[in-house]
């Protein structure tokens, strides 16, 4: 089946820091990947996607490149701000089959908490 | 803003009380699903609809009863429920299956 495995918790970085969260994935099909962000007391929110290999997701200084031939999908950021503080998902769809039509659904990782500090 | 909409946002509940909690889109989105957030666990998928047809039901006790009147109205009726069914109760919605979800603010539940 699917999964999604993140970094362990919590990260906690200084402001302008660079940040680094891994992502690992085993899928069948052609899995499109997402990182989800959930600041304190909301629900999740997509931060950015990709659907393809080699494809770029990027949102808010945000960055992620889906790695398929390591299976990763790692976020990153160059220069965090406090206000970036929020739990981070990483999370799958196997959401179309070679013949286009969709199916799946998502798998998210555990989720990992990010502090940053000022 | 994400066009999903849960109320209430906080519930306190008794174990023998019986409430609902309900969960609305306007997306124009086929599928709608229920997860759980429990501190310290991963995010745990309930329940799945698409076309107002259950198509998922994660081994969640008979406690927790869906409902799904229609593709843009969701809800999870609750009864005698457990202190350990405290967490936050997302909904969630998208085109269809396994596209990229987008979720409401959440329910607090909290049982005492």
């Known amino acids: 089946g699917n999964s999604v495995t993140q970094m362990e918790g919590p990260v906690t970085l200084s402001e302008e820091a660079f940040l680094t969260i891994n992502c690992t994935y085993t899928a069948t099909g052609y899995p499109s990947l997402f990182w989800y962000v959930q600041y304190p007391g909301e629900g999740l929110q997509l931060l950015l996607k990709a659907t393809k290999a080699d494809d770029k997701g990027s949102n808010k200084g945000f960055e992620a490149t889906y790695r398929k031939e390591t299976t990763s999908f790692h976020l990153e950021k160059g220069s965090v701000q406090v206000s970036d503080s929020a739990v981070y998902f990483c999370?799958?769809?196997?959401?179309?089959?070679?013949?286009?039509?969709?199916?799946?659904?998502?798998?998210f990782g555990q989720g990992t908490i990010l502090t940053v500090h000022p | 803003e994400t066009g999903v909409t849960q109320t209430p946002r906080h519930l306190v509940m008794g174990m023998t009380n019986k409430k609902s909690l309900k969960c609305e889109q306007h997306l124009g989105h086929n599928a709608m699903y229920w997860y759980k957030q429990s501190a310290k666990k991963p995010l745990e998928l309930m329940f799945v609809y698409n076309f107002k047809e259950q198509t998922e039901n994660n081994s969640v006790p008979s406690r927790f009863s869906p409902e799904c009147p229609n593709s843009s109205h969701l809800f999870l009726h609750l009864h005698t429920l457990q202190p350990e069914d405290s967490a936050l109760y997302l909904c969630a919605s998208s085109l269809d299956r396994g596209a990229e979800a987008f979720f409401g603010q959440g329910t607090r539940l909290t049982v005492v």
């Open positions: 999370a799958l769809s196997s959401s179309r089959n070679a013949g286009g039509t969709s199916y799946g659904k998502l798998t």
